[in-house]
Each structure stands twice: as structure tokens, then as C-alpha cells.
């Protein structure tokens, strides 16, 4: 090792000497063949850096490079043996950031990106993101205070296009399809105030802004919002939208609120501020929104609260917009919704003639309604008729049994203990015929029976079971069937 050493420090005193040489013969015949003789040298030293490195101290040869102030030879030493940290602090310092940028992408320590990234974004914000691009082992938590720097420097007329932050998480999150909260939550911040700082420049985010109906601004936003990936358990997006929906409001990005309310099934909450805005068409999608939402969970849903949606955009087309037409066909969107229940928005003075037919249609519904329920009302009389019949004639039946009739299942004398005969003549007891039941019956309806019979017992022994007296007391001759 000592040796290699000391033959660096003689091929760095040798090229300064050069160095020294030329430059006081700036003006001589010799000069080109001296820089041909130090080109050699320098070529040589490399070559033993090549070979020889492991025989070389770093610390060592780095103080003799930088002594002799060759920084070309000490950026190659470095390259050499692999200490792109060196060369990266090198071209930091000297602000050539490109040169950075390429040895980052000729490296494979992906702590490097963590640790220089940062100031890189500031710089070269694009072509830092192409590195971050072609490495996939990266982190993108690690690179949270990288992207955040460039976010400080956008000015309120910088493109989205050039925010190159967004563009790195978009790939992360639509590409890479990362499920991480955090990654998600900022690329919702990024969005939302990089819009916001569109719209209105001159104000902070905290400022009273005006809603901004901007489509061009806000469609960024509104994308993540529709296409973000969601989680497949809960079917809730990775962004939270507690979060999400507190951060829009203070930015006043009112149309994304009406996009967050509806994935947090806060319906009305979500047309009432779409109507806010005068964005009817959004309040209808979402109105029709709430209905599909009620039929993929497998319900009818709350019909009630459909209503109350439809009725509020009613309400808003006559009372807002003087539109009886469209008023009227509103009632073809939703069948939860009639000519009746919109009739107290209209004004006391209106012409009949914009739904005159659809009053008269009413009409006609609600008799042949009255004519239908009348048909039920006769038929349910009756079938009551029929049922009095049947009751009062079931008084009146009876069965005769012989003093010897046996049980169908144990054989035994019938009239020993409580029994039933059905109309087929078959005869059981009462404890038989449970017992042969149970083997049939499914597990809830078991459970069922047995909770039936102890609390039977319990009532017999009390005596509180009509037609059971109390131990003790006589028992008189009542049978479900009357012997001979």
C-alpha cells in the first residue's frame, strides 16, 4: 500500500510539474508535445487507479489529489472506487447539476436519491423526476421532502404540466399503483393548491375567494378524484376523505366537495351545494348517483331520501330558474316523484297550460288507483266472510275415539296423557309427536322449540296455563277429542 502511494504522489508531482512547465512556456515549440506527455501521464494514473485500487488508502490519495489540486483526477479516483457521494457533494458544490443528476443515474445506492434529491428538485426538477422515473427501488415516502421543494417554487402562472411533484406521484399512484395514504393525501394537497394558486394569485388559500366553476383548473383535481384507485375491502379511496373534503372547502374547490361528498354517501349534503353552485346537471348525476348506490348495495334504499333529492332540484329549477318545462320533465327521471309534490313550489299565480297534462295524467293514475283498491277492498271482504265461515264451522267438528286407541309412534294407551288426532285418524301424544319432529327441524327453529317448552313447564307449574291447574288441583275431563 505504501508503495502504490507513493507512485501517485510522484505521478501527481510529475503532471503538476508539466502543468508549471507549460505554463511558462506558453509561447514555445515544446508546449504541445509537454501537454502530449502530460495527457500520457494522466492516462497512466488512471490505468493504476484501474488496477491498483484496492492497494490504495481513499482518505490517503483523496488528500493527495486535492493537494495537488487535480479535480479531474480526484472525480475520477472517486468514480473508480465507487464513492459517487464524493462526486456528488463535487458537482453540487461547483452547481453543476446535470453532471449530478447523471452520476445519481449511474449508481444503484438509492440513499444517494434520498439525500441530494432535495436540492436537485429545486434546479432540475425534470430531469430528477426522469431518475426517480427509471428507478423503481425508490421510496416515495423517502422523497416527500424533495417533492415538497419544488411546490415552494411554482409561481400562480406556472402550468400543472410543469409541476414535475404531481407528475412523479401520478406514476406512483396510476402506475406504480402504490396503496400508501400518505403518497395519495399529497398528491391531493398538490393538486388542490396548485390549482387554487391558478384561480386566484393574489390571495392566500385561508382568503374569501370566489368558487371558482373553472373546468380547465379544476379538471386535474376532478380526475383524481373519479379515477383514484380504491381499496378493495373497504371500496373507499387511499386519500383520506375527511381530509380531502376539509382541504377542498378551504380552498374553496366547491365542484370537487360535491365529488367528496357523493363517495362519502353524504347525498344531500352533495346536491344542495351542486345547486349552490348552479350546476343543475351535477345535482341530477348525483341525485341519479344516490339510486344506483341504494340498487349495488342490494336494497330499495331509503326511497325517502331520494325523494327529498329530487324535490330539492324541483324546487330549484321553479323557485331559481322559472322553469315549469323542465320542472315537469323531471317527473319522467324519477318515478318517487309526482305532479303533487312539486305543486307548492310553483308561484300562486301560473299558467296551467305547461302541465295541464301532466295534472290530468295524475288524474287518471290516482281513479284507476281508487278502482283498483276498491277491487281489493271487495275481495278482502270476502275472503273475511269466507274465513267467519270456516271458524264457526270448525266449532262444531268433532272426533269419536275408542277407550283402547294407541299412539301411532309408541303404541301406548292414547288416553293416558295429552294427545292430538288429526283429520287422517292418526293419533299421537303430544311429547311422541315433538320428540319425532325434532329430528326434522333445522337449527334456529330446535333452539326455537326447546326456549318454547321450558317456558311451557314453567307456566304449567305456576299454574298460569289456561286448561293446565296447578299441582293439586282437579283436573277435569277436557280432551281434544271425545271418547265413547
Known amino acids: 500500500m505504501l508503495l502504490a502511494t507513493w507512485l501517485v504522489e510522484f505521478y501527481l508531482s510529475k503532471i503538476n510539474t508539466l502543468d508549471d512547465i507549460i505554463a511558462s512556456e506558453g509561447a514555445s ?52 472506487v465507487g464513492d459517487f457521494e464524493k462526486v456528488l457533494e463535487h458537482h453540487i458544490m461547483d452547481e453543476a447539476w446535470l453532471k449530478a443528476v447523471d452520476v445519481l443515474n449511474r449508481q444503484i445506492n438509492v440513499d444517494l436519491y434520498y439525500r441530494f434529491s432535495p436540492v436537485l428538485m429545486q434546479h432540475v426538477p ?33 402550468p400543472l404540466s410543469s409541476n414535475q411533484a404531481i407528475r412523479y406521484l401520478q406514476h406512483v399512484v396510476f402506475t406504480a399503483r402504490s396503496t400508501s395514504p400518505t403518497i395519495h393525501n399529497l398528491l391531493l394537497t398538490l393538486l388542490v393548491t396548485s390549482s387554487a394558486k391558478r384561480d386566484n394569485p393574489a390571495t392566500t388559500p385561508a382568503a374569501a375567494e370566489p368558487p371558482s366553476l373553472s373546468a380547465e383548473s379544476d379538471l386535474p383535481l376532478l380526475r383524481f378524484l373519479s379515477t383514484a384507485p380504491v381499496d378493495p375491502l373497504t371500496g373507499r379511496p387511499y386519500y383520506d376523505l375527511d381530509y380531502a373534503l376539509r382541504l377542498c372547502k378551504q380552498h374553496n374547490r366547491l365542484q370537487a366537495c360535491v365529488h367528496i361528498y357523493a363517495k362519502m354517501a353524504m347525498w344531500e349534503e352533495s346536491v344542495d351545494l351542486a345547486l349552490e353552485m348552479g350546476d343543475l346537471d351535477l345535482a341530477k348525476v348525483n341525485c341519479e348517483r344516490a339510486t344506483e348506490d341504494a340498487t349495488t348495495a342490494g336494497a330499495s334504499g331509503d326511497e325517502g331520501l331520494r325523494k327529498r333529492l329530487w324535490l330539492k332540484v324541483a324546487k330549484f329549477v321553479v323557485q331559481e330558474q322559472n322553469d315549469i318545462k323542465t320542472a315537469m320533465r323531471l317527473l319522467d327521471n324519477t318515478p318517487l316523484v309526482k305532479i303533487e309534490d312539486i305543486l307548492p313550489f310553483f308561484p300562486d299565480f301560473v299558467v296551467i297550460d305547461d302541465f295541464k297534462e301532466e295534472i290530468c295524467n295524475a288524474l287518471e293514475g290516482y281513479s284507476a ?78 333452539r326455537r322449540l326447546i326456549t318454547l317448552q321450558n317456558t311451557l313447564v314453567q307456566m304449567q307449574l305456576t299454574g298460569a296455563v289456561p286448561g293446565n291447574p296447578a299441582p293439586g288441583a282437579p283436573v277435569p275431563p277436557n280432551r281434544p277429542a271425545t271418547p265413547p
Not at 490517503?60 to 468514480?79: C, K, M, P, Q, S
Not at 277492498?377 to 275415539?401: C, G, H, P, Y
Request: aromatic content about 8%.
Open 126 to 158: 425534470k430531469e430528477i423526476v426522469d431518475s426517480w422515473l427509471r428507478q423503481p427501488a425508490l421510496d416515495p415516502i423517502k422523497l416527500i421532502p424533495a417533492l415538497l421543494q419544488q411546490q415552494n417554487q411554482l409561481t400562480p402562472q406556472s
Open 369 to 446: 288507483h281508487i278502482d283498483a283498491l276498491k277491487a281489493d277492498m271487495d275481495e278482502a271482504t270476502k275472503s273475511a266472510e269466507a274465513i267467519k265461515n270456516d271458524i264457526k264451522n270448525l266449532q262444531n267438528r268433532f272426533v269419536t275415539l275408542e277407550a283402547s286407541e294407541k299412539c301411532s309412534i309408541c303404541g301406548l294407551n292414547l288416553l293416558t296423557r295429552q294427545f292430538y288426532v288429526f283429520p287422517c285418524q292418526h293419533c299421537f301424544h303430544a311429547d311422541c309427536l315433538i320428540g319425532q319432529v325434532k329430528e326434522y327441524l333445522p337449527a334456529p327453529a330446535l
Open 29 to 80: 515549440h515544446d508546449v504541445e508535445n509537454l501537454k502530449a506527455e502530460q495527457a500520457l501521464l494522466e492516462d497512466e494514473l488512471r490505468a493504476f487507479f484501474d488496477t491498483y485500487k484496492a492497494n490504495l488508502d481513499k482518505k490517503t490519495v483523496y488528500d493527495l489529489i486535492l493537494n495537488h489540486g487535480r479535480e479531474d483526477v480526484f472525480l475520477y479516483y472517486a468514480t473508480v
